[in-house]
């Protein structure tokens, strides 16, 4: 998920340089929205993760 941020990061970029603004505010909207998850998903799984081991 954080690849696709990063590609869809990179697409925002490259559009912006050669002047397409509706396509890379898309496309930068679309990173931050992943990223967001990314960041979410990564929070519980580390909080899942440390759980102590049933005895």
Not at 23 to 46: D, H, K, N, P, S
Request: hydrophobic letters at 75%.
């Amino acid at each position: 998920m954080l690849y696709w941020a990063a590609v869809f990061f990179v697409i925002s970029i490259v559009a912006a340089l050669l002047g397409f603004g509706g396509i890379a505010g898309t496309a930068a909207w679309i990173a931050q929205v992943l990223f967001v998850v990314f960041i979410v998903l990564f929070v519980i799984f580390l909080v899942l993760g440390r759980r102590a081991p049933p005895v």
